[in-house]
């Protein structure tokens, strides 16, 4: 299978002089199975650039995943242009919202209400069904199974592990390491730590080995402390994590809105220093493409 | 009066939670910056709150493999602004009222509830359970009356004649609620648990705390002697007036005197005390 990049921004779309080598789109990842299958992961502003593309090979039979419903991982979704064709097949896949008790399907439409959109859901030609998954729950997408797992962000995330034409590649969503809330003197100190342990150990085991890993690291260690809490990676937990669960190779996503192609370079160039191991990583690119 | 389990169910969905942690959850979540040991701190001390994080954490949505069983459990698995946000869509339901029309006195109740549920872990900590299980001992306790919250708020008339009856004829209170409701508190609390996938543990202590069969679980017998304690020391009330044997693997390590269990178990009042800031005024 092969995996496109279609955008790889966090937060907010930043087109400009600074993001032309790295792409200014918010997330959008393609996996294109040998067979010809389309799954897309995410529809932030890069899924636009991707549904142009699409239009060439018509009808478009595809599905969509969405990690979590964040701005910038569902903004795009209105303007994906295989809505709005007869004959299309649509399948979206997300989590239910447990705060409001809401499908995946309302939320999303929500941003096709009358105030947002000038187009409704119910008047897309194409044909679109939802379904909320759960996790742990493995998907027949084509020639594909996508299994999604509980990721940490500050709303439901899932990360998707897509296995096809005997290789495996997970994308973790936005997603911050575990860590303890509690210091080392409180009584629950323990009893966190070992639920962290846990769960860690079940997410290890679960993309242990993949072919590629796609990981949120929008943060440096450097910045990370100020930003704990928001539901982020750092380039070094994400190269720890590829490391700890023995993975070929790592791309790294979810850039700042605000860091600069050069300033990417540079943290590039630093890590290469840093880790001289036999890890294969790159920081992901808008339309690099890669043969998994 | 007889009530439909599926009216049970659909009714605590919408059960607000007590005073004090609605004023807090509000107030807590009002800063961005909240400190998490304190949201999960003001959640686990209120048993509408947990229940309802551990329903939504359990439910179908999530079909997790294992049971969460805390709330710690809960952030660490669905996350910290997840669980943060739930808290404040039951705070947004209003406050249970501190009187109502069954004249059964809720933050009595809450204090029975916290007071069992110290006590509880105070026993279990004594008996050398491990620490990450002591919270197990706190929930079961916490939760073990859970039925009387149901009935109180949202059958208060009729619960208001059991508690007469249980007072005049000297029977137990869940005897009085058979006669009146078909069903008593136990029976209410173990229903909604299972419908809603709670730890089987947790399922067992709402089901059992009152009929349980001796030494076939630690955390029942635990608790079921930390409510007998809660009762004898009068801290809170929970609508019961009689008490009941204690079990014997409570006896056998403890003694069979209640005080001479307290003084066992150390500062059981300073513990209440820390337990009563989460009780309103
Ligand atoms: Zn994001
Ligand atoms: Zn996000």
Known sequence: ?292 | MKISQQDIVHLVEKMPAFPKTVHRVIELTSDMNCNPKDLVELIEHDPVMVMNILRLVNSAYFGLAQPITSVNHAVVYIGLNTVKNVALSTATIGVLPKRNEAGFDMEAFLLHSLSTATIARMMAKRMKVPSKDLFDYFLAGLMHDFGKIVFANFMPHEFKIALKIAKENSIHLYEAENEIFDINHAQVGSLLGEKWQLPQSLVDSLKCHHSHKEGKSQIIDVVSAADQITKELKFGYSGENLLEALPAIITKQFGKDINAIVTDLGDVNTEIDNARIFISS
């Open chain 1, 1 to 292: 299978m092969k995996a496109r990049f279609w955008g790889v921004r966090g937060s907010i779309a930043s087109p400009g002089p600074k993001t032309v080598r790295y792409g200014g789109n918010t997330t959008c990842i393609e996996i294109e199975t040998d067979a010809g299958d389309v799954i897309i992961i995410d529809a932030g502003t890069g899924i636009f650039p991707l549904a142009q593309s699409l239009l060439r090979r018509l009808p478009v039979k595809c599905s969509v995943f969405i990690t979590h419903t964040h701005w910038d991982h569902i903004q795009g979704l209105p303007f994906f242009i295989p809505f709005f064709i007869p004959k299309n097949e649509i399948s979206i896949y997300g989590a239910f919202d447990p705060v409001a008790s809401q499908p995946i399907k309302d939320i999303l439409n929500r941003q096709m209400e009358y105030c947002y959109f000038p187009v409704r859901e119910g008047e897309l030609k194409a044909e679109i069904t939802y379904t909320n998954l759960r996790e742990r729950e493995t998907i027949e997408a084509g020639s594909a199974r996508v299994t999604s797992i509980l990721m940490n962000h500050p709303v439901l995330d899932f990360g998707y592990l897509v296995e096809c034409d005997g290789k495996r590649l997970f994308f973790t969503g936005d997603n911050e390491p575990l860590y303890n809330i509690y210091s080392p003197d409180d009584d629950y100190y323990e009893e966190y730590e070992t639920l962290i342990e846990m769960k860690n150990k079940l997410f290890i085991d679960f993309v242990r080995g993949v072919d590629v890993l796609i990981a949120d690291s929008a943060y440096t260690s450097e910045e990370y402390p100020a930003k704990k809490g928001w539901g982020h990676g750092t380039f070094d937990s994400c190269i720890k994590l590829a490391e700890e669960a023995g993975v070929k190779s790592l791309y790294l996503t979810h850039h700042e809105p605000t860091r600069g192609d050069d300033a990417l370079d540079v943290i590039y160039s630093g890590l290469q220093e840093k880790y001289a191991g036999p890890l294969e990583f790159r920081i992901a690119s808008e339309g690099l493409e890669i043969e998994v």
